[in-house]
């Protein structure tokens, strides 16, 4: 996958309308990757981040496809609406390209079994950025837990993500167009914020799947959110231990916290970064 002279990774970037796309300018001139063309229909949008950091026009196509059969990018990152991946995965995995998808993969379970299917089929790496993940924090816990084995056995983890909302924290338009769209989002703060709780009791369990899920969705601040949830609380019960999500866009402050509880008695609380 990547470069064998220069040790880089040809990248191509589908949508420019995620917020978190702001983390490859920020890293393009790194030793990593090569940042070889973007796609983005949005021309306006397109202008104002190449001012803004600094990558040319020259690079940014108006299709996915336009941007791979001009740059040959060897994998793409899609920092476009939850309801695109599964169209950026359609384009790619065929032409033997590498995706990572941000959070969540898809809008429904259906779009996501369509995602892995193709992945499975064309043999290529299909990734979900879940930031929470690459945490130092989570990966602590996780080698204490899974690897060290120097805790017990966990009997109640609580994963609790949230802040202000899009809206309060001004998130760009594009972003918040969608972001709040149950359509082209597949929910509110359930899915933007509950999918890390989710994926990390997935990932600290390895891959033990609960025996079932209850959750509620409720909507705090309908003035400003009209069509979707704004806080929600997910309980998954397992044999031998309780997961509880808490995402929300209605907290007085900006928080990312896990809290680990396991037998022999035992607490981490372990603060991440927001």
Known sequence: MVDAQNKKLNLGVDGLT????????????????????????N??????????????????YPTLEEMIANTKPEAVAAFNSTIEHLNTVQVCVPK????MVEKPLAV?????EKMANLAQKYNIHLITNYETTW?????????????DKKIGKPRRIIVSDGHWGPKEINVGKEFLDWLVD???????????FGCYGANLITWLRNGKMPNYVYATASTFKPDVYTK???????????DDMVGVVQPSWNWPFSEKILRFMAKPVMLFRMTMPT
């Not at 021309?43 to 020259?58: H, I, N, T, V, W």
């Not at 945490?135 to 690897?147: G, H, R």
């Open 96 to 99: 033997g390209i590498h995706v």
């Open 182 to 192: 149950p359509v082209k989002n597949g929910g509110g703060a359930i899915v933007d």
């Open 18 to 41: 995620h917020g978190h796309v702001v983390w490859v300018f920020k890293h393009k001139d790194t030793t990593t990757f090569n940042l070889v063309g973007i796609a983005e229909p």
């Open 43 to 60: 021309r306006e949008l397109a202008e104002k981040m190449s001012k803004q950091f600094g990558f040319s026009m020259d690079i940014v």
């Open 108 to 112: 429904n379970y259906k779009m996501a």
């Open 135 to 147: 945490y130092p924090s989570n990966q602590f816990v996780n080698q204490m837990l899974n690897e």
């Open 228 to 238: 979707i949830d704004d806080d929600a609380t997910i309980l998954l019960e397992y």
